[in-house]
């Protein structure tokens, strides 16, 4: 009895009986049960890592950041040197901005606000209450533009 016969002589030999069949049947079930659970684990790796990506991220701060809020130029009003032009309305709060109080100005489109009642606005929002223009250009924008 020799025990070099290879496996696969048995294999040709049964060639196209019913053993041979029934083993590559297995082996493809084997196959398809294979390929599924990779399938199914990858699906679930990918959903569950858009999951995590999802809760790992902190939640995207409606507001704008704080610190870009401080940086917003900020000044005392003064009506003087506007001539007739009523006194600016703070849009936020609908009142008339007073000689001496602190406001605020928008670099992007320039609209004026009390300074509390804007960064109380920029807690929750990036826009401008009146425009809607993005307070900010984000550097972001800017290379999408370019
Ligand atoms: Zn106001
Ligand atoms: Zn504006």
Request: hydrophobic share 35%.
């Amino acid at each position: 009895m020799s025990t070099t016969s290879p496996v696969a002589d048995q294999h040709v030999k049964t060639c196209c009986n019913f053993a041979a069949t029934s083993q590559i049947i297995a082996i493809a079930i084997c196959a398809f049960v294979i390929l599924y659970a990779i399938i199914s684990s990858l699906r679930c790796f990918l959903g569950r890592r858009m999951e995590t990506d999802n809760m790992l991220s902190p939640p995207e701060p409606p507001g704008l950041n704080p610190t870009l809020v401080a940086a917003l130029p900020m000044y005392r009003y003064t009506h003087q040197g506007r001539g007739d032009v009523p006194e600016p309305e703070c849009a936020i709060c609908l009142s008339e901005v007073n000689e001496g109080e602190e406001v605020k100005l928008l670099p992007v489109c320039m609209h004026l606000f009390h300074k509390d009642c804007i960064e109380l606005w920029l807690e929750k929002k990036r826009t401008c209450p009146v425009c809607r223009t993005g307070v900010i250009q984000s550097p972001g924008q800017d290379q999408e533009m370019q």
